[in-house]
């Protein structure tokens, strides 16, 4: 089995192994502001995290679900900062 460190913070949780998927991917950002996730929706980005989870699970976790942890990540984060005035 192929093993890459090439994340430097040691997972705690399966939900912090997702987030850290889903900002390399490029799938979410954080606010320069606050420090709130923020799903970009861009559908390559989540592709390329899906990618990520199903080649790379963490120790322990099966590709299908490190998926579904991604899938229930993008779930939760919304597209804006809570915190942030809205644009318009
Ligand atoms: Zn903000």
Not at 35 to 54: K, N, S, T, V
Not at 69 to 83: K, M, R, Y
């Amino acid at each position: 089995m192929l093993v890459t460190r090439e994340r430097r913070a040691p997972i705690k949780t399966l939900r912090g192994w997702a987030i850290s998927v889903l900002h390399e991917a490029g799938a979410i950002r954080e606010c320069d502001d606050h420090g709130w996730m923020q799903d970009r929706a861009d559908p390559h980005a989540r592709e390329r995290a899906f990618d990520i989870a199903r080649e790379n699970p963490p120790p322990g976790v099966s590709s299908k679900a490190a998926a579904v942890a991604i899938a229930e990540e993008l779930e939760s984060i919304g597209d804006t900062c809570p915190e942030c005035p809205s644009p318009d």
